[in-house]
Structure formats: structure tokens, C-alpha cells
């Protein structure tokens, strides 16, 4: 028989590797000092080309977030997080464990725009780089009424405050927000209630579900609240998809899709000027996707406010708009 490893031999023969885990060991400040740290490696440790990385970190660690409402409640939630940092050329890699201890040195605090600057900083400090950023997504619970039955249910939004600090010390804020809602074509409408005029044909118009993605820049010392984003987007497109939903409601909700008709050209146009009317809002963009019940495909949209040196209209992950 050939010689194992890490295994023991059918014959007896034992492995040449003998493997065991010492629960009782414990790390003693001697120990740490002798591990080897390939922050220290030399520069020939790097492998491909020797250039900068614009971002190197960790993507979706999980933790309880404290997320502070409009009415100045707290809610606790389940909360993805995105950290990153600039890499140099001369350096071999980033210590990642230290984003995320950065990170939970503030674990307990509540996440504002102000709270990310804090970690940004630290990240900046403790990891040595020029540029940071920090993504915090979360679903955002809010209380919403019916239309008519004077029920309520809960809706949940996908929400993400990002901050990003840059090498010249620049700090910015952003505000990512789902808005799903429903889309009645105009067109066929039309088409609808030309075939019951004319040939006294019952048609029933066309709509869908769709979903705006609303990317906002807050400027400077200004606060908008996550209820804010969710009002401006309630007050342009009127046709929110629903929670708490009785006979009286489904008809309140099909009247309202009757008043108010929209391409997914509209949708982009309402939203562009309910946000732009906003003085807390320095720059935006807004992507829409509506899922159409007509086509095997999707009809989209995107529009900037138009900040030189701000947003511009190049969004193409239409899939993550499905809903």
C-alpha cells in the first residue's frame, strides 16, 4: 500500500501527518508577535502588475443595525455591509479583518451619515489608505394604510445609506431607495376603451409592477429621511403596490391606476421633478423598470438631475430592478 497523508492505513499504518486541534491552547501576546504578517512581505511578493487597486475589502457581513426613524424611533435591523479601501501600488494587500473590527469599534451606535464618516476616518487611519467607502443595505420597515378598508400593513423597503471619503479629505453622502409600484399603459387604455366605444368589445388595459431606484447625494449639513425619499416617490408616481388589501381597496387601487396612466417616460419625468425640487438633494439619479405584462421584455428608463461632475445616466443592471 502507498503511504497517507492525513489518513490512517486499512493495514495499520498510521498517517504521516498527524492532525489534532489543542482546544486548551491559548494565544499569548508572545505568540501573536511571532506570526508572520504579509503586510511585510516584500514588494516582489506582488503578483501581476505592480499598479494601484481603486478598491479592495469585504462585501456582506451581516450584523443588527440601529436605524433611527423620522419620528425619532429606533429600529434594529438586519443589515448588509460593503467596506473597501484604496490599495497602493507598492503594497502587497490590506489587512481585511481590520475594516471590520474598524467597523464594530461602532457597532452600537446609530447609522447616520455622520456615524460613516466616523468609521471612514477610522478606516483611513488604521489601514493606511487614500480613499474609503462604506455601504450599509438594509429593508426599511414602515406602517402603510389601505386605500379604503382603513386597514394597514407593513411595507418594507430596500434602502442603503453610502458614505465615501476621498483622498483630498472630501466626504460624500448617498441615499440608495427602492420604490415598487404599479404601471397602467396609456396606450392600451386607449385601445381598451376604443374597442368598447366602437364594437362594444370589453378589454381590460395592460399593467404591471415596477420599481424605481433612486440614488441621491445629500448635500453638505442637510438630513433627509429615509420617510422623505418614500413621500417624494409617493407624491410623483401615486400608484404604490399595496399591503392590506380588501374588495373596496382593489377597486380604489384600480380607479387610481385609472388616473393616473404612465409609460415608463413618465414614471422617470414625475420622479425627476419631485426630487429636483428638493434643496437637500445636491445630485440624483433615477433608474425604472417596468415589468411589462404585454412583452416578454422589460420597458426601462434613467435620468439625472444634471450636476456637472455629478451623476450621469450610465445604470444598466435593469435585473436588479425585478420585483
Known amino acids: 500500500m502507498k503511504p497517507m497523508y492525513l489518513h490512517n492505513l486499512s493495514d495499520g499504518r498510521p498517517a504521516k501527518i498527524k492532525r489534532s486541534y489543542d482546544k486548551k491552547f491559548r494565544a499569548t501576546p508572545a505568540h501573536r508577535a511571532s506570526l508572520p504578517d504579509m503586510m511585510q512581505a516584500a514588494h516582489d511578493a506582488i503578483q ?113 445609506f453610502e458614505g465615501v471619503m476621498t483622498h483630498d479629505g472630501r466626504y460624500r453622502r448617498f441615499i440608495h431607495f427602492d420604490f415598487v409600484y404599479s404601471s397602467a399603459c396609456p396606450c392600451s387604455a386607449e385601445l381598451a376603451e376604443h374597442a368598447r366605444d366602437t364594437r362594444g ?25 429615509i420617510e422623505d425619499v418614500q413621500a417624494h416617490c409617493l407624491n410623483a408616481l401615486q400608484t404604490e403596490t399595496q399591503v392590506m388589501v380588501k374588495r373596496e381597496d382593489e377597486q380604489a387601487f384600480a380607479e387610481l391606476n385609472g388616473a393616473h396612466l404612465k409609460f415608463v417616460e413618465d414614471a422617470a419625468r414625475l420622479l425627476y421633478k419631485e426630487f429636483d425640487a428638493d434643496k437637500r438633494i445636491v445630485d440624483f439619479r433615477i433608474a425604472c423598470s417596468h415589468l411589462e405584462s404585454l412583452h416578454s421584455h422589460d420597458a426601462v428608463s434613467v435620468i439625472c438631475k444634471g450636476v456637472k461632475g455629478g451623476f450621469n445616466a450610465d445604470f444598466m443592471d435593469f435585473g436588479s430592478l425585478l420585483c
Open 48 to 160: 501581476g502588475a505592480n499598479v494601484p487597486v481603486q478598491q479592495v475589502g469585504i462585501h456582506n457581513f451581516r450584523l443588527p443595525l440601529k436605524i433611527r426613524t423620522k419620528t425619532g424611533q429606533t429600529h434594529t435591523l438586519e443589515s448588509s455591509v460593503t467596506g473597501t479601501v484604496s490599495l497602493e501600488a507598492e503594497l502587497k494587500g490590506i489587512n481585511m479583518s481590520r475594516i471590520m473590527r474598524s467597523f464594530y469599534d461602532h457597532k452600537d451606535g446609530v447609522v447616520t451619515g455622520e456615524w460613516m464618516g466616523k468609521i471612514l476616518r477610522t478606516y483611513l487611519r488604521k489601514v493606511k489608505t487614500k480613499d474609503a467607502r462604506l455601504k450599509v443595505k438594509f429593508s426599511y420597515p414602515m406602517m402603510r394604510p389601505s386605500l379604503r378598508s382603513e386597514l394597514a400593513g407593513w411595507q418594507y423597503y430596500e434602502v442603503a
Open 201 to 225: 368589445a370589453y378589454g381590460v388595459p395592460h399593467s404591471q409592477r415596477s420599481k424605481a431606484r433612486i440614488t441621491l447625494e445629500e448635500v453638505d449639513g442637510k438630513k433627509i429621511w
